[in-house]
Each structure stands twice: as structure tokens, then as C-alpha cells.
């Protein structure tokens, strides 16, 4: 339908009328903050390609969180960085993990904040995959996925809000589901990493979490990134096995799947603006090409404008706080 008089100049030249018919807003409550946790105490590890992004100690854990909160942020997600790694990953599920150490302390310290918590074995194996592995070499999906959900229970009892798989293994939320229904965890919602792609984007979230595998890649797993409609199958299975939220990460270079599940699914959408994006955007920031302010605004407003319902992002701490300067 067309509308030869409608000038959209005439709402554009007014600052007043743009805010009133803005389509997609962007607020600190779209926003999750990750976070990394290591033992030991006063600990601050810089992260080379994620400058502003630290390992932190529990202690240095509960102020950044605090900070977070304080600016409108909901929520938080954990990845953890254990004392010792092995073939069965067996600190993924100790009850003195790291991760669950710190969800414990979030929740006392902070218990208004949601503490999601990150559910894979890359960070925790000696090999860097996310599932088991076969004497042959190849991942073990099935073997998985009782680990995984042992971990995930482990979390829940530690006080996790929420659980949220990663590692892509088929039939992980079945598992997880179970366990956690059968251990009095049926108020616990899991938030699926649904369509998850074998992306290069995930390369400076590796050097933080210490997460890369020590041979082969992650292709047999993750998602082929020219496949649109293998998402939509993904992110249906995950739904019909129990999932809450679903999830698509990355974000920017996805914009599309974004869109196209939002279009054919109804249950909330994240998006995971992954460590790449950001790291690309400091980076050239740093070398003065852009104003990184404005991209980072722009970008999370692009995520939201797709369609997803929360943005899983290392800018979380910094939007919140500028978005809370404008008013």
C-alpha cells in the first residue's frame, strides 16, 4: 500500500517526534553480562583480546556484578576457569567448583540479580571439547550427556537462576530437564543454545575462558554457518525437549536467523553478541576508525531490532551505563 503525501523528513527533523515513533528501543533490561570466574582471592586477570573484560576472583566477581546490577543489568552469566582439567571433567560438577562457588556467593551478596550459568565441558576437559571423547577421537554425544546434566543439577543447587547448555550435544535438554525435575528443580528454566555455529567470532572468548580444543574443531558439533534452515530444526528439537529460551550465537553475523526464528517461534529469544564482535569494535575504536559508542549502540539496537527479546553481551556493563547517562 502506498502513501504518495506521507514524508517521513517531517518527523525526522524533530528530536521530540523520532523518540515517538521509534520502532526499537533499546534498555538495559534487554542486557546479560558474562562473566568470568577463577579461584583465588583479589584476583583481576586483564584479557588481552577483550580490553575492560577480566578473570575474576569471587571477591572482584561480586563488584563487578554489583556495578552491573546497579545499572539496570537483570542478570549475569557464568563461565568458569577450574583449578584442574581432565579427560571427564570432572570440576564441571565438583560441588566446590568454581562456578558454583561463585553462584552461591552472587546470590547471597546480590540476591535481586538472576545468576545464569553457563553448561559445557570445554573449559573443564584437557582435550577443550564440549562433549566426551572416544578412544577413537570423535566426540561422544551420547556418553555426554549425563555429565552434562549433572552439571547443570550441580548448578542448581548452587542457587543458578537458570541453566543454559552450550555445548550442542543432541538431546542435552532432555537430560536436563529430567534431572533437574527429578531433584525438585522443576522452577529452574533452562535457556538453550539452540542454534549455535561453529562461528570464527568465538576466538578471544577462548583465550579468556582457556577454552580451545587441543586437536581437531568443533564442526561435528556446532552448526554449519550456511545453513539457515537446519536452525529452525535445531531450535524446534530444543523447544520440544523442554527449553525455555533459545538462542542464537552468534549475533551480528546472524542477524537473519534472528529474524527468521523470531518470525516462526514464539518462545522468548536471546542472542549471544559473542566475544569477536566485541573485540572488533574496541579494537578499531582503539585505532580511532569509528566511534565506538555509537557502534556498540547501533549493534545491540540491530540484535534487538531482529527480534531477539535479551542480548547476552560483553558491552552489557558499558550500554547499561550510557544508556542511563541519557536520560
Same mark, same amino acid.
Given at each position: 500500500?502506498?502513501?504518495?503525501?506521507?514524508?517521513?523528513?517531517?518527523?525526522?527533523?524533530?528530536?521530540?517526534?523520532?523518540?515517538?515513533?521509534?520502532?526499537?528501543?533499546?534498555?538495559?533490561?534487554?542486557?546479560?553480562?558474562?562473566?568470568?570466574?577463577?579461584?583465588?582471592?583479589?584476583?583481576?586477570?586483564? /584479557?588481552?583480546?577483550?580490553?575492560?573484560?577480566?578473570?575474576?576472583?569471587?571477591?572482584?566477581?561480586?563488584?563487578?556484578?554489583?556495578?552491573?546490577?546497579?545499572?539496570?543489568?537483570?542478570?549475569?552469566?557464568?563461565?568458569?576457569?577450574?583449578?584442574?582439567?581432565?579427560?571427564?571433567? %570432572?570440576?564441571?560438577?565438583?560441588?566446590?567448583?568454581?562456578?558454583?562457588?561463585?553462584?552461591?556467593?552472587?546470590?547471597?551478596?546480590?540476591?535481586?540479580?538472576?545468576?545464569?550459568?553457563?553448561?559445557?565441558?570445554?573449559?573443564?576437559? $584437557?582435550?577443550?571439547?564440549?562433549?566426551?571423547?572416544?578412544?577413537?577421537? %570423535?566426540?561422544?554425544? @551420547?556418553?555426554?550427556? @549425563? /555429565?552434562?546434566?549433572?552439571?547443570?543439577?550441580?548448578?542448581?543447587?548452587?542457587?543458578?537462576?537458570?541453566?543454559?547448555?552450550? @555445548?550442542?550435544?543432541?538431546?542435552?535438554?532432555?537430560?536436563?530437564?529430567?534431572?533437574?525435575?527429578?531433584? $525438585?528443580?522443576?522452577?529452574?528454566?533452562?535457556?538453550?543454545?539452540?542454534?549455535?555455529?561453529?562461528?570464527?567470532?568465538?576466538?578471544?572468548?577462548?583465550?579468556?575462558?582457556?577454552?580451545?580444543?587441543?586437536?581437531?574443531?568443533?564442526?561435528?558439533?556446532?552448526?554449519?554457518?550456511?545453513?539457515?534452515?537446519?536452525?529452525?530444526?535445531?531450535? %524446534?528439537? $530444543?523447544?520440544?525437549?523442554?527449553?525455555?529460551?533459545?538462542?542464537?550465537?552468534?549475533?551480528? =553475523?546472524?542477524? $537473519?536467523?534472528?529474524?527468521?526464528?523470531?518470525?516462526?517461534? @514464539?518462545?522468548?529469544?536471546? =542472542?549471544?553478541?559473542?566475544?569477536?564482535?566485541?573485540?572488533? /569494535?574496541?579494537?578499531?575504536?582503539?585505532?580511532?576508525?569509528?566511534?565506538?559508542?555509537?557502534?556498540?549502540?547501533?549493534?545491540?539496537? &540491530?540484535?534487538?531490532?531482529?527480534?531477539?527479546?535479551?542480548?547476552? %553481551?560483553?558491552? &552489557?556493563?558499558? =550500554?547499561?551505563?550510557?544508556?542511563?547517562?541519557?536520560?
Amino acid at each position: 500500500m502506498l502513501f504518495p503525501d506521507y514524508r517521513p523528513r517531517r518527523l525526522r527533523q524533530n528530536e521530540a517526534f523520532r523518540r515517538m515513533v521509534r520502532e526499537t528501543v533499546l534498555t538495559a533490561n534487554d542486557l546479560i553480562l558474562p562473566l568470568f570466574a577463577i579461584g583465588g582471592k583479589e584476583i583481576k586477570n586483564s /584479557i588481552p583480546s577483550m580490553p575492560g573484560h577480566y578473570q575474576l576472583s569471587i571477591d572482584n566477581l561480586i563488584k563487578t556484578a554489583k556495578r552491573a546490577y546497579e545499572a539496570g543489568i537483570p542478570g549475569v552469566i557464568l563461565f568458569g576457569i577450574p583449578d584442574k582439567k581432565d579427560p571427564l571433567a %570432572t570440576r564441571a560438577h565438583a560441588p566446590d567448583g568454581i562456578v558454583q562457588k561463585a553462584t552461591s556467593a552472587l546470590k547471597k551478596n546480590i540476591p535481586g540479580l538472576a545468576v545464569i550459568t553457563d553448561v559445557c565441558l570445554c573449559q573443564y576437559t $584437557d582435550h577443550g571439547h564440549c562433549g566426551l571423547v572416544t578412544d577413537h577421537g %570423535t566426540i561422544d554425544n @551420547d556418553s555426554s550427556l @549425563d /555429565i552434562l546434566a549433572r552439571v547443570a543439577l550441580s548448578h542448581a543447587k548452587a542457587g543458578a537462576d537458570m541453566v543454559a547448555p552450550s @555445548d550442542m550435544m543432541d538431546g542435552r535438554v532432555t537430560e536436563i530437564r529430567n534431572i533437574l525435575d527429578e531433584n $525438585d528443580f522443576s522452577h529452574v528454566p533452562i535457556m538453550s543454545y539452540a542454534a549455535k555455529y561453529c562461528s570464527a567470532y568465538y576466538g578471544p572468548f577462548r583465550d579468556a575462558a582457556d577454552s580451545s580444543p587441543k586437536f581437531g574443531d568443533r564442526r561435528t558439533y556446532q552448526m554449519d554457518p550456511g545453513n539457515a534452515l537446519e536452525a529452525i530444526r535445531e531450535v %524446534t528439537m $530444543d523447544i520440544e525437549e523442554g527449553a525455555d529460551i533459545i538462542m542464537v550465537k552468534p549475533a551480528l =553475523a546472524y542477524l $537473519d536467523i534472528i529474524c527468521r526464528i523470531r518470525g516462526e517461534i @514464539d518462545l522468548p529469544l536471546a =542472542a549471544y553478541s559473542v566475544s569477536g564482535e566485541y573485540s572488533m /569494535i574496541k579494537a578499531a575504536e582503539k585505532m580511532g576508525w569509528i566511534d565506538g559508542k555509537k557502534v556498540m549502540m547501533e549493534t545491540l539496537t &540491530a540484535i534487538k531490532r531482529a527480534g531477539a527479546d535479551m542480548i547476552l %553481551t560483553y558491552f &552489557a556493563l558499558e =550500554a547499561a551505563e550510557e544508556l542511563r547517562a541519557a536520560k
